[in-house]
Structure formats: C-alpha cells, structure tokens
C-alpha cells in the first residue's frame, strides 16, 4: 500500500468551477500535512500547509481529519492558471525522518 | 526567500557514464538535503538524505554505490549517478531545510541513451 494514496485524475473542469481533490495517507504516525502544486518538468512549489482546524487561502481550502487519515483541497472559482498537478504531502517523524513523502499528485485542467 | 539551485537543469549522456548533479542553497545554510527521483506520471521517490560532513542515509531499494552523495559543504550536495543506464533516466530534484520551511531545487533532467 502506497504511504500517500491520490486519485490520479485527470480532473477537467470548466473556468469558474469548484474542484475538490481528496488524499489519504497509512503512517498514523504523521505529523506535518502539505499541498504543493507541480507544473509540468517543474519542480514543486508549497500550496499550503494543511491543520487539523482546516485552513483557507484565498481561493484554496484545506481539510485534514486525522482519525480518518484524510486530506482534502477545494479550488473554488478555478482558472486557467490553476492547471498543474497538485502533490499531497506528509512528513512523518516516527524514526526521525525528516523527509517528505509525496504522493503521485492529481492532475488538473481547467479548461475556457 | 531562500532559494535552491541545480545544475545542471538538463543533461544527456551514454551508457555507462557518470553523471555529476549539484544542489545548492544560495542564501541559507542547509546541514541536510534531500534527493529525490520523479518518474513520468510518478510521485517524487526520496533516494537519500544528504548530511554534511558525514554519510547520507539512503533508502531502502537505492543503491548506494551507484548513487553516490557528497555533502561537503553546509551550501553544496552533489548527486553522481555512476555507470548511468537507460533506467536511469529521470527527474532528479534536491530539496533542503531552512528551519521549517523546505525548498526545492528546479530538478535536472537525466537522459541516459
């Protein structure tokens, strides 16, 4: 089983539309929760970090459910520059590791 | 902000040979980096974590002669995949910490043919 499990996608959603993406990770042990964003043969770029409380910036909102091992990200308003493939993240601690894992991303295309 | 550097950002070479990434963290101080190797269609896979002045920690399945990393500076990991073959074609992306913020290097691109 795969530590950070996506949808692959592709999601293909019109301008102006709400996209939800959804992720879950095996390691109970995880501490830290992160969306990045991948544009093709670019490296990842930090989306946000994700909190217990939820969080929100600007268009994009963040959920996390810990007893579910569940992370989710809403794109409200979608526009063309939001097209790129979007990396949900953990870092887990437990054997000191500070490394994250990431998992295949889903991909997204907004389209006119 | 702080930023992190790859060269080189593309790179073809023959079977056989040996190939030299640098990562470096331009603005920041980093005592560990991190390697990684993005397949088409595939999630990053850490290959090791890199500590300076001392051996890097490779994960499981990564061989470590053939990946072989050095950390010499607190601003300078080098990658060198040795004897590269056609399956070694990949995205190769380093990663450092600068407290708790993480950077990503812009990735270089290997091509073995």
């Known amino acids: 089983r795969k530590e950070v499990e996506q949808d692959p996608g592709p999601f293909n959603v019109p301008e102006g539309a709400t996209v939800a993406f959804n992720c879950t990770y095996s390691n109970s042990a995880s501490q830290s929760f992160f969306w990045y964003r991948q544009d093709c043969r670019k490296e990842p770029k930090l989306l946000m970090s994700v909190y217990s409380s939820g969080n929100e910036d600007g268009r994009f909102t963040a959920q996390l459910n810990r007893a579910s091992q569940y992370i989710s990200l809403l794109i409200r308003d979608s526009k063309l520059s939001d097209s790129a493939t979007y990396l949900c993240?953990?870092?887990?601690?437990?054997?000191?590791?500070?490394?994250?894992?990431f998992g295949s991303g889903t991909r997204l295309q907004v389209q006119p | 902000g702080a930023v992190v550097s790859q060269h080189p950002s593309w790179v073809i070479c023959k079977s056989g040979t040996s190939v030299k990434i640098e990562c470096r963290s331009l603005?920041?101080?980093?005592?560990?980096m991190f390697w990684y190797r993005q397949f088409p269609k595939q999630s990053l896979m850490l290959m090791a974590t890199?500590?300076?002045?001392?051996?890097?920690?490779?994960e499981q399945g990564v061989e470590k002669d053939k990946f072989l990393i050095n950390h010499a500076s607190l601003t300078l990991s080098t990658l060198t995949v040795t004897s590269a073959h056609p399956e070694d074609s990949s995205f190769y992306i380093c990663?450092?910490?600068?407290?708790?913020?993480?950077?990503f290097g812009p990735g270089t691109r290997l091509t073995v043919t």
């Open positions: 603005d920041f101080q980093a005592t560990t």
């Open positions: 890199s500590n300076e002045g001392s051996k890097a920690t490779y």
């Open positions: 993240v953990v870092n887990v601690m437990d054997t000191g590791r500070r490394a994250l894992t």
């Open positions: 990663s450092a910490s600068e407290g708790s913020h993480r950077y």
